[in-house]
């Protein structure tokens, strides 16, 4: 198609940053949400396993509460009673002594998960006996646990032996967790004026309980951060729809804002050029008669009658730039009727034939005759749009080329393309053509493809054109389906 008369609608990617703008704050708060989201289920993960090491530390200490008192009523009824009843006094360095109460201790605490027994005399905190041989005789290991239960209340700690390079309170990798429970020893029945006659001390190894507390803690973390990451990429993708929506809106508020701006400018211009075209189409009317009369009477005058035919040939172009003035200037009201989309352009093909086979141009369209496209237009404006884009793509083609014409059915409407093998449109001028009076031709009123935007969009459709040099050219036209 020729350069000037075909176009395409651009965007101006900076008519919508300060919209896209507005998006940066909630980019902002969708990244610093995900933030707190991690830092949440942080703590949320620390939380749920500190709980959960609370809780069993209070199931292992009431564990060995029971075991404990199990431990307190057979050491009082078959060790303290009988070694008292026989010996008189009770001295665990004797073997006979230590055997009894190993063997006592060691039955009782079967099966359980008791790591090691210590118990401790009431005088100088000394442990008078242990599972462990190599602890008995040593001071000063009770603590704080020793004289609570002294004092005749039980009490449970945790604690952990070489944490390993790294260990953090988080990321807690101790090689050992155990729970020490310092219980009083008393005499049955516990009213009895003897009192507390040691205390005993129950080490159980939580190493791997509590290793499964911090698998369930990097579960739980895991977990919650993968949750927390779908609801993130959700409201991604959430922000960035809305801001592809806020740009398209965008887009087509500008669109909207020239198309108004245009349609203000045309309608001064048009006001003008009607008042212009009606004043010059009057003395054209005159001025084109009385060449041609003054051309039949001067036939034996070849110079004469050859200025005459000039005359009249021109005042014949004149007038058709003064009709183009007029079309485009006085509002066009569709005369609406039933017809078929195919049927038009099978029209203008047919008009054309003569003309496409003298320039050696080539017309495929097959798609054409694929069906039927009705629709409620006014098919002569129709008929006189399409006539022009068919003019525009033969004047590309001085050489010959294709046109290829299809109709598609879309949602609503119908979509025509038409395309040819022409010199294509510069971008620079791709930008201009649909602007009344812009033209590259020596002749041409610029007003080829402005009349037919209007005809098209008072069918309540659109027209847009794709181009590139040297390739050729597109021109999509859409309206819309017979109800």
């Given at each position: 198609?020729?350069?000037?008369?075909?176009?395409?609608?651009?965007?101006?990617?900076?008519?919508?940053?300060?919209?896209?703008?507005?998006f940066r704050l909630v980019k902002f708060f969708a990244y610093t949400s995900f933030v707190i989201l991690i830092i949440s289920t942080f703590i949320l993960s620390m939380v749920i396993s500190q709980r959960a090491?609370?809780?069993?530390?209070?199931?292992?200490?009431?564990?060995?509460?029971?075991?404990?008192?199990?431990?307190?009523?057979?050491?009082?009824?078959?060790?303290?009673?009988?070694?008292?009843?026989?010996?008189?006094?009770?001295?665990?360095?004797?073997?006979?002594?230590?055997?009894?109460?190993?063997?006592?201790?060691?039955?009782?605490?079967?099966?359980?998960?008791?790591?090691?027994?210590?118990?401790?005399?009431?005088?100088?905190?000394?442990?008078?006996?242990?599972?462990?041989?190599?602890?008995?005789?040593?001071?000063?290991?009770?603590?704080?646990?020793?004289?609570?239960?002294?004092?005749?209340?039980?009490?449970?700690?945790?604690?952990?032996?070489?944490?390993?390079?790294?260990?953090?309170?988080?990321?807690?990798?101790?090689?050992?967790?155990?729970?020490?429970?310092?219980?009083?020893?008393?005499?049955?029945?516990?009213?009895?004026?003897?009192?507390?006659?040691?205390?005993?001390?129950?080490?159980q190894d939580l190493t791997k309980e509590y290793e499964s507390i911090i698998r369930f803690r990097y579960l739980i973390f895991g977990v919650s951060l993968a949750i927390m990451f779908l609801i993130f990429l959700?409201?991604?993708?959430?922000?960035?729809?809305?801001?592809?929506?806020?740009?398209?809106?965008?887009?087509?508020?500008?669109?909207?804002?020239?198309?108004?701006?245009?349609?203000?400018?045309?309608?001064?211009?048009?006001?003008?050029?009607?008042?212009?075209?009606?004043?010059?189409?009057?003395?054209?009317?005159?001025?084109?008669?009385?060449?041609?009369?003054?051309?039949?009477?001067?036939?034996?005058?070849?110079?004469?009658?050859?200025?005459?035919?000039?005359?009249?040939?021109?005042?014949?172009?004149?007038?058709?730039?003064?009709?183009?003035?007029l079309d485009f200037a006085r509002p066009q009201v569709p005369n609406l009727q039933d017809c078929h989309l195919e049927q038009i352009i099978d029209r203008n093909i047919s008009f054309l034939r003569p003309e496409?086979?003298?320039?050696?141009?080539?017309?495929?369209?097959?798609?054409?005759?694929?069906?039927?496209?009705?629709?409620?237009?006014?098919?002569?404006?129709?008929?006189?749009?399409?006539?022009?884009?068919?003019?525009?793509?033969?004047?590309?083609?001085?050489?010959?080329?294709?046109?290829?014409?299809?109709?598609?059915?879309?949602?609503?409407?119908?979509?025509?393309?038409?395309?040819?093998?022409?010199?294509?449109?510069?971008?620079?001028?791709?930008?201009?053509?649909?602007?009344?009076?812009?033209?590259?031709?020596?002749?041409?009123?610029?007003?080829?493809?402005?009349?037919?935007?209007?005809?098209?969009?008072?069918?309540?459709?659109?027209?847009?054109?794709?181009?590139?040099?040297?390739?050729?050219?597109?021109?999509?036209?859409?309206?819309?389906?017979?109800?």
């Amino acid at each position: 198609m020729p350069k000037e008369d075909l176009g395409s609608m651009e965007y101006n990617s900076g008519d919508i940053q300060p919209d896209a703008k507005r998006f940066r704050l909630v980019k902002f708060f969708a990244y610093t949400s995900f933030v707190i989201l991690i830092i949440s289920t942080f703590i949320l993960s620390m939380v749920i396993s500190q709980r959960a090491t609370k809780v069993m530390m209070t199931t292992y200490e009431n564990h060995a509460l029971l075991i404990a008192n199990n431990l307190n009523h057979q050491v009082f009824h078959y060790f303290v009673r009988p070694i008292m009843f026989r010996y008189g006094a009770i001295s665990l360095r004797e073997k006979e002594q230590s055997d009894l109460m190993d063997k006592i201790v060691t039955t009782t605490i079967h099966s359980f998960n008791i790591e090691r027994v210590n118990m401790y005399d009431t005088q100088k905190g000394q442990i008078a006996y242990s599972t462990d041989r190599e602890l008995i005789g040593l001071t000063g290991r009770g603590g704080m646990g020793y004289r609570t239960a002294l004092e005749g209340k039980h009490s449970s700690r945790l604690i952990s032996r070489e944490p390993a390079l790294f260990g953090t309170w988080f990321m807690d990798f101790a090689k050992e967790k155990k729970l020490r429970t310092f219980i009083p020893f008393r005499a049955e029945p516990p009213k009895s004026y003897l009192g507390i006659l040691g205390v005993f001390e129950l080490t159980q190894d939580l190493t791997k309980e509590y290793e499964s507390i911090i698998r369930f803690r990097y579960l739980i973390f895991g977990v919650s951060l993968a949750i927390m990451f779908l609801i993130f990429l959700a409201l991604l993708l959430v922000v960035r729809k809305a801001e592809r929506i806020l740009r398209k809106r965008a887009q087509e508020q500008r669109l909207l804002e020239d198309q108004l701006n245009q349609a203000e400018r045309l309608a001064a211009l048009g006001e003008m050029v009607a008042g212009v075209s009606h004043e010059i189409k009057n003395p054209l009317g005159i001025i084109r008669s009385t060449a041609e009369l003054l051309a039949e009477k001067s036939a034996s005058d070849q110079t004469q009658k050859k200025l005459s035919n000039i005359i009249f040939e021109e005042s014949g172009r004149l007038n058709d730039i003064v009709t183009d003035f007029l079309d485009f200037a006085r509002p066009q009201v569709p005369n609406l009727q039933d017809c078929h989309l195919e049927q038009i352009i099978d029209r203008n093909i047919s008009f054309l034939r003569p003309e496409l086979d003298k320039k050696g141009v080539i017309v495929n369209n097959g798609n054409l005759h694929g069906g039927s496209f009705a629709i409620e237009a006014d098919p002569e404006l129709l008929y006189r749009a399409f006539l022009n884009i068919f003019l525009n793509a033969i004047q590309s083609m001085e050489d010959g080329g294709n046109i290829t014409v299809k109709i598609e059915e879309e949602k609503e409407n119908y979509s025509a393309e038409i395309q040819d093998t022409g010199v294509g449109i510069s971008k620079k001028n791709l930008k201009k053509i649909f602007n009344p009076f812009f033209t590259t031709k020596d002749t041409g009123s610029g007003l080829g493809l402005p009349i037919v935007k209007k005809i098209i969009e008072g069918h309540r459709g659109t027209i847009w054109i794709e181009s590139e040099e040297e390739v050729g050219t597109r021109v999509f036209v859409t309206l819309p389906r017979k109800e």
